[in-house]
C-alpha cells in the first residue's frame, strides 16, 4: 500500500475528535450560561446595601442582563466591576 491509501483515512480520524471537542465545548458553555443566569437571577433578590457589599449596583444588573440569550450575564457583571475598580485606581493616583 502506498501512503496515499492512508490519507484520507487520517483525515477522518483527526476530524473526528476536533468536531466531537467544539460540539462539547458548546454544549458546556450553554450549560454553564444557564446556570450562571441562575445565579444572576438570584442577584435580583438582594437588597441594595447588600448589592454594594459585593461592588454591584442595580444599574449593573440592568446592563448585564441585556446581553443575548446564549450569553453569561455574569461575564458583563465582572467587566463591569473590573472598570469600576481601574477608574477608581485611577482616580486615587491622581489624587494622591
Do not use: Y
Amino acid at each position: 500500500m502506498s501512503t496515499c491509501e492512508f490519507a484520507p483515512e487520517t483525515a477522518r480520524i483527526t476530524i473526528r475528535p476536533a468536531v466531537t471537542t467544539r460540539v462539547w465545548n458548546g454544549i458546556s458553555g450553554l450549560f454553564r450560561a444557564w446556570r450562571n443566569r441562575l445565579a444572576f437571577r438570584r442577584l435580583g433578590e438582594l437588597t441594595d446595601a447588600e448589592l454594594a457589599d459585593i461592588g454591584l449596583t442595580r444599574g449593573d444588573l440592568r446592563v448585564a442582563t441585556d446581553v443575548p440569550f446564549g450569553a453569561d450575564p455574569t461575564v458583563k457583571l465582572h467587566s463591569l466591576v473590573r472598570q469600576r475598580a481601574a477608574t477608581a485606581a485611577d482616580l486615587s493616583r491622581m489624587v494622591g
